[in-house]
C-alpha cells in the first residue's frame, strides 16, 4: 500500500496554473457584465462637501455613480464590526472621510476603460479638518486596547521590575518596525451577481465561509443568500482574510445597476483601504545573572490604528512563551490616527515581535560574552512559561542543533569585523523562530463514485500554500487510493463549512475532517463488498480486508473487488462519508507552538552600507510535514520574505496628506531573485498527535519569523553596528 502523506507530491493544481486554466476571481465573467472602479478620497480627515457627477453620469458607457448621495441605505445595526471577520467598512453611507484613500464613490461603466474615463471627471470638494497622522508625535496618547484576538493586551507574572533593577546584568533598548502593506501577485476582486435576492460573489478571498457570512450581515440578508466562489486565490497573507469595502461595495452596485459588476482594485488601492501592517515601536528590557540565566523581561509594544476601529499587532504575544523567565511583564498599546485599519499579515505579532526580542538576545549574549546559540539553550523553556503547560511537542533543541550544524556556526569568531570576503565585511548571526499551532472546527464530505473514483468536497480555499494538493493525499492514504483518482472541490460557501485559512491553521484544521470522512467512506465500501453476497469478498470480516490501489482486497491476498464492482451492485449509489473535527480537551492540557532556529550569513560592503544576504539554514520543528515539497516551498517563501522585511520593505506615508507616497511596485521595495541566496530549509523528525490525529501543525507563518533577526545579527556580527529599527538601509547603516 502507498503511502502519499508526508511525501513530495507535486501540486495536483500545477498544471492548471502554469497553462492559465485556473481561473482567479477577475478571470470569470457573467452575460452583460459590466465594469467597476471604485474612486478614494484625497484627504485624511474631514467631510465631503459636495459631489458634482453629472459629467461622469453623462460619459460614454457609464451605468452609475455611486455615492453617498444615492448609495442605496444599509441596516445601521449590519455596519457593527466583529473583527477579525468583520471589518469597519466604509459603504457611502454618509459624507464622512476617516483617511486619505477611503472609498468615496464607486462607478460603474460598460467597461473598465470608461469607468476610468469617469472617475475623472467627478468633482469632489472636501471639508478638510486636522488630522492625526503621525505616529511618533501621538505616542504619548497611546491607550490600552480592551482585547488581542487572541489573549489579553497586558500579562506577566513575577516582579519584572524588581528583578530588572536587581539584575547583575542589565539590557533595555526600543526596537521598530515600519508599516508594511501586502502585494500578493493578484489583487483584490470582486465579481458580484445578484439573481433575484440571491446572491453570487467571485472574490479572491482567505475565507469563503467568512466573506459570505459578513457581506449578509452588511447587506442585511440571510446568510443562506449569498455564496462565495474562489477556487484559486493568487496570494493572500492576511489581507484576504476580511471581507472588506470593495467587496459589498462591488454587491451594492451590481443590484443598483441590475447588472453583473466586476470590482478590481488597482496596485495602488492595495495599499490602504484593505490593511496593513502598522509600524510597532517596541521597548524591551532583559535582565540576567552573569551566567546567562533570565531572570526577567519587560517587553512594551505601541502600534497604530484607525479613529474607527481597533486592531493591534500583538507583537510581545511570543515574549510570554519563548524563553523560560521567572519574572515578565508584556504589554500593548494603541495610537489612533487617521490611517485605515491594520490587519493581519504574515505572522502578525510574531514577525515584528520576534525581530525586537529576538534582537534583544543577542545584544544580552554580546554583553555577557556568550554564544547567542547557548544563551537560548540556557533559557530554554521545558514548558509554557506563561500557563505552565506542557508542551503538545516540541523538537526546538533539535532545530538548534542540526540548523547549526548544516550551517556551520561552530566556526563562527567571537568578534565583530573580524572576517572579510574581499571589500565584504562577512558577519553570521542567528534567531528562534516561533508560531502558534491552531485548530479551529472543520467539516468534509468524500464521495466514492460509480467509476471508483473519489470527490472531496469542503468549503476551504487555497491560498496557493497547496491545500488541493495536502487533501488529496490525505484521502488518498485513507482510502487507498492513488491521489489522482481524487477530485477535490474547495473554495466554494457551500461546501461543508471550513475556517479562515489564516493563522496557519488550514491544513491542521481541514486534514483531520478529510481522514474522518474518506474513513467513514471506506467503511461502508468495505461493509458493502463483504456483506453483498455476489462481491468475491463475501463472508469476510472487516478485519480481514483493506482498500489498496483503488481495490477491496483480502489480507491474505486471495481476492479482491474494484471500488467500482462494490458500488455498482449497490445501484450504482455513490458511498458518503461526512464528518467533523474540531480541537478537543488538548486545548485545555497542552501549550501547542511551532519552532525552528535560522542562521543567516551576509556581506555588507563597509563603503556603501549594501548588506547582501549570502546564505540561510532553518531548521525546524512543526509536527508531521504533510508533502515534503509545498511545505519546504512554504518555508522558502517565507524565508524570502524576511529577507524583504529586514532590508527592503517600507511603506511611507506623507505626513501633511496621509497619502502612501510608494503605493507601487516600483518604489515599494520587495526582494528580487537578485537578493536570495541559497536557502537551507530542513524539518526535525516530530509527529503532534497531541494536536491533531495527523500530527501535522501549521507552516504557513512561521518562516517569516526570526528571518530579519538574524540577518539584523549578522550584520552586528560583520560591522559593530547595531541596527534596531527596519529595514536595515545602507544610510542606517553609514550614519553618524
Known amino acids: 500500500m502507498n503511502s502519499w502523506v508526508g511525501g513530495p507530491l507535486s501540486r495536483v493544481d500545477g498544471f492548471d496554473k502554469v497553462s492559465g486554466e485556473a481561473p482567479y476571481a477577475a478571470d470569470f465573467d457573467a452575460p452583460r457584465l459590466a465594469h467597476a472602479l471604485m474612486v478614494e478620497s484625497t484627504i485624511a480627515k474631514g467631510r465631503i462637501a459636495s459631489i458634482r457627477s453629472t459629467a461622469a453620469e453623462q460619459a460614454p458607457g457609464v451605468l452609475l455613480v455611486m455615492t453617498h448621495v444615492n448609495a442605496p441605505r444599509l441596516p445601521a445595526n449590519s455596519q457593527k464590526a466583529n473583527p477579525p471577520g468583520e471589518r469597519a467598512l466604509s459603504l457611502l453611507q454618509d459624507d464622512q472621510v476617516r483617511y486619505n484613500g477611503e472609498p468615496v464613490a464607486v462607478v460603474v461603466a460598460e467597461t473598465l476603460e470608461q469607468a476610468r474615463y469617469a472617475a475623472g471627471l467627478l468633482q469632489i470638494s472636501y471639508e478638510p479638518e486636522f488630522a492625526a497622522l503621525d505616529f511618533e508625535s501621538n505616542l504619548s496618547n497611546a491607550y490600552a486596547p480592551p482585547s488581542l484576538t487572541h489573549g489579553n493586551p497586558d500579562i506577566g507574572w513575577g516582579d519584572a521590575a524588581s528583578a530588572l533593577q536587581s539584575a547583575p546584568v542589565q539590557h533595555v533598548a526600543v526596537y521598530g518596525t515600519p508599516m508594511e502593506n501586502h502585494n500578493p501577485m493578484e489583487p483584490h476582486a470582486t465579481l458580484a451577481e445578484w439573481n433575484g435576492d440571491f446572491l453570487t460573489l467571485h472574490d479572491s478571498t482567505q475565507a469563503v465561509v467568512g466573506t459570505s457570512k459578513a457581506v449578509a450581515k452588511k447587506l442585511g440578508i440571510a446568510p443562506e443568500k449569498v455564496r462565495v466562489l474562489s477556487p484559486y486565490v493568487g496570494g493572500g497573507f492576511g489581507c484576504k482574510g476580511s471581507a472588506w469595502s470593495h467587496v459589498v461595495l462591488a454587491a451594492m452596485a451590481a443590484r443598483q445597476a441590475h447588472r453583473p459588476v466586476r470590482l ?93 526580542l529576538e534582537t534583544a538576545l543577542d545584544e544580552l549574549a554580546w554583553k555577557l560574552g556568550i554564544d547567542p546559540l547557548e544563551l537560548r539553550l540556557r533559557n530554554y523553556a521545558e514548558k509554557d512559561p506563561e500557563s505552565g503547560k506542557p508542551w503538545s511537542s516540541k523538537e526546538l533543541r533539535e532545530c538548534y542543533r542540526s540548523g547549526a550544524e548544516r550551517f556551520g556556526w561552530s566556526r563562527r569568531t567571537a568578534r565583530t569585523r573580524a572576517v572579510r570576503d574581499g571589500d565584504q565585511l562577512i558577519g553570521v548571526g542567528m534567531a ?53 483518482r481524487i477530485h477535490v472541490k474547495i473554495g466554494d460557501s457551500k461546501l461543508p463549512e471550513a475556517p479562515v485559512s489564516g493563522g496557519s491553521m488550514t491544513a491542521a484544521s481541514v486534514t483531520p475532517a478529510v481522514q474522518a470522512a474518506a474513513r467513514q467512506a471506506r467503511s461502508e465500501l468495505i461493509a458493502l463488498a463483504i456483506g453483498n453476497q455476489e462481491s468475491p469478498l463475501h463472508g469476510l470480516s472487516a478485519d480481514e480486508v483493506d482498500c489498496t490501489d483503488g481495490w477491496v482486497r483480502a489480507a491474505d491476498g486471495s481476492r479482491r473487488d474494484s471500488f467500482a464492482g462494490v458500488i455498482a451492485r449497490n445501484g450504482g449509489t455513490p458511498i458518503q462519508g461526512k464528518a467533523q473535527a474540531k480541537p478537543g480537551e488538548e486545548k485545555d492540557r497542552y501549550a501547542t507552538h511551532s519552532f525552528g532556529a535560522v542562521f543567516a550569513e551576509v556581506g555588507v560592503d563597509p563603503e556603501l552600507g549594501e548588506v547582501r544576504v549570502r546564505r540561510i539554514v532553518g531548521s525546524y520543528s512543526v509536527g508531521s510535514v504533510l508533502n515534503a515539497k509545498t511545505a519546504t516551498s512554504q518555508l522558502f517563501g517565507g524565508v524570502v520574505w524576511g529577507i524583504g522585511m529586514a532590508l527592503h520593505e517600507r511603506t511611507i506615508v506623507d505626513l501633511p496628506t496621509g497619502r502612501v507616497l510608494n503605493a507601487n511596485l516600483a518604489h515599494y521595495h520587495v526582494p528580487v531573485n537578485a537578493d536570495v541566496p541559497d536557502i537551507d530549509i530542513s524539518f526535525v523528525d516530530e509527529n503532534d498527535l497531541n494536536f491533531n490525529p495527523l500530527g501535522a501543525r501549521g507552516i504557513g507563518e512561521i518562516g517569516i519569523t526570526a528571518v530579519p533577526a538574524a540577518i539584523g545579527n549578522a550584520v552586528y556580527h560583520a560591522t559593530g553596528r547595531r541596527i534596531r529599527s527596519l529595514p536595515i538601509t545602507p544610510e542606517k547603516l553609514l550614519g553618524a
Open 264 to 356: 478590481v482594485l488597482d496596485r495602488m488601492q492595495m495599499f490602504f483601504p484593505v490593511g496593513y501592517r502598522p509600524p510597532t515601536r517596541q521597548e524591551l528590557a532583559l535582565g540576567a545573572d552573569l551566567n546567562g540565566k533570565i531572570t526577567a523581561i519587560r517587553h512594551e509594544v505601541v502600534s497604530p490604528t484607525s479613529t474607527f476601529e481597533d486592531w493591534t499587532e500583538s507583537s510581545a504575544v511570543l515574549t510570554r512563551m519563548l524563553y523560560d523567565s521567572p519574572n515578565t511583564s508584556t504589554s500593548h498599546r494603541l495610537v489612533k490616527l487617521n490611517w485605515s485599519t491594520p490587519t493581519f499579515q504574515r505572522a502578525p505579532g510574531e514577525a515584528t515581535g520576534s525581530f525586537a
Open 432 to 484: 528562534t523562530a516561533t508560531y502558534p499551532a491552531h485548530r479551529q472546527p472543520a467539516s468534509a464530505t468524500v464521495s466514492i463514485t460509480a467509476d471508483g473514483s473519489v470527490t472531496v468536497e469542503c468549503a476551504t480555499q487555497d491560498i496557493g500554500t497547496g491545500t488541493y494538493t495536502i487533501i488529496s493525499q490525505v484521502a488518498a492514504d485513507a482510502l487507498g487510493i492513488a491521489p489522482n
